[in-house]
């Protein structure tokens, strides 16, 4: 469920980025278009030198261009080879009629008074157009080939590189969100399993034993213990221990705690292989104990009316050895077995309830293979592939 969340949570990171890219692009290409109305390309420095006409010794400006000089609040003249300004067109106060050679090669570069400008050859001399102060920012940029090409070839890791952050970093912070919330949940049900433990504890001290009563205490005690133990596999927040069990007798002790606790109708066998006498497996003997208890519970559960519960343990193939936990009880439908046996889910818990889910977290963590098989009217019977 975790790896589908972040799966999930990449996929709509990486949308999100196209969007921001793609959202760009768009801004810019709209920014770029009002930003350039108006603005003196090359192209339209020449249409200006076209629509200033010379003839007969005087300089007359289209009447198209004049008007477009004025709406702008641009400025048109000439210079001719000598420095001077032979003609203009809304020339402000502050610009001079007489310009040296450097000042020349100066404005042509940056600015002339503050003004962008912009030049143009013409038989008559030089073409000058000028914006309003402030209108465009001009720079020059100079480049080697070699830095340039180095661009080319970083822009890709760059870009990879902010997509990694992009989609990294919030991850990392969701991680360590899920994690502090799922520490809180663990924290208050293992608060208000203490809790609901202390007075349990003193009402099956003072019910009969066997009875209903203490019937039903022993149902709260394995629920908060089954609670305890779901939450901290699904959230992944459980420490446990790699130790060295024998099965058997464990196995024996499960079993002769279950014959001292249930009179008739229940009876409990144990069957095991003489060669798994002294089999260990390495696991956390409270979770192993948990699984086994739950399913020989889950028999006693399902069958008020009592029966015979068989615990087995026998070799497998590939040194292996297989646990059947069995009863020859109610059973269950070939419907709810297939559920049973379907696959782990974050968001369901199956018709047995609670102490199955255990089972199944248990068997996913430690790599077991379990598979469940009953018919109605003929028994519940439980398959445990240990490694």
């Not at 008559?124 to 157009?129: P, S, T």
């Not at 902010?162 to 663990?186: A, D, G, M």
Request: net charge negative; charged share 25%.
């Amino acid at each position: 469920m975790m790896m589908k969340r972040i799966s999930g949570y990449f996929l709509s990171m990486l949308l999100v980025f196209v969007a921001l890219i793609f959202t760009d692009f768009i801004i810019l290409g709209i920014v770029s278009i009002k930003g350039d109305r108006g603005f003196l390309g090359k192209d339209i420095i020449s249409s200006v030198s076209d629509g200033i006409i010379y003839s007969d010794g005087e300089f007359t400006i289209l009447p198209s261009l004049g008007k477009m000089m004025d709406e702008e609040n641009f400025f048109v003249m000439i210079i001719d080879d000598n420095g001077d300004v032979i003609w203009d067109y809304n020339k402000p106060s502050d610009i001079e009629d007489h310009y040296g050679i450097k000042e020349v090669a100066s404005f042509s570069r940056w600015y002339l008074n503050d003004h962008p400008v912009y030049i143009w050859t013409r038989d008559e001399g030089l073409l000058v157009v000028g914006e309003p102060v402030g209108s465009t920012w001009k720079y020059s940029l100079n480049v080697r080939m070699n830095s340039l090409e180095n661009f080319f070839v970083i822009l890709p890791v760059l870009l990879i590189v902010n997509i990694l952050i992009l989609i990294i970093l919030p991850v990392l912070i969701t991680r360590k969100w899920i994690r502090n919330r799922e520490k809180s949940r663990t924290e208050w049900i293992a608060g208000v399993s203490h809790d609901i433990r202390t007075p349990l504890s003193i009402v099956m001290g003072s019910v009969e034993k066997g009875s209903a009563s203490e019937k039903q205490c022993i149902k709260i005690r394995d629920l908060i213990g089954n609670l305890n133990t779901e939450n901290k596999l699904e959230s992944g927040t459980g420490k446990w221990n790699e130790e060295e069990i024998k099965i058997v007798p464990l196995l024996r002790e499960i079993v002769c705690d279950y014959i001292n606790s249930y009179d008739d109708p229940y009876t409990f066998e144990f069957d095991f292989d003489e060669e798994l006498e002294g089999r260990a497996i390495n696991a956390d003997e409270g979770l192993i104990r948990r699984m086994i208890e739950n399913l020989i519970s889950n028999s006693v559960t399902h069958n008020e009316k009592g029966c015979n519960i068989i615990v087995s343990l026998k070799q497998a193939p590939k040194g292996r050895v297989k646990l059947v936990i069995s009863d020859d009880g109610a059973g269950t439908s070939g419907i709810k077995i297939r559920t049973l046996n379907s696959k782990l889910r974050s968001d369901y818990l199956p018709e047995h309830g609670l102490g199955i889910r255990v089972v199944k977290q248990v068997a996913r963590k430690y790599k077991y293979r379990v598979l469940f098989s009953s018919e109605e009217g003929k028994g519940f019977s439980t398959e445990v592939l240990i490694r």
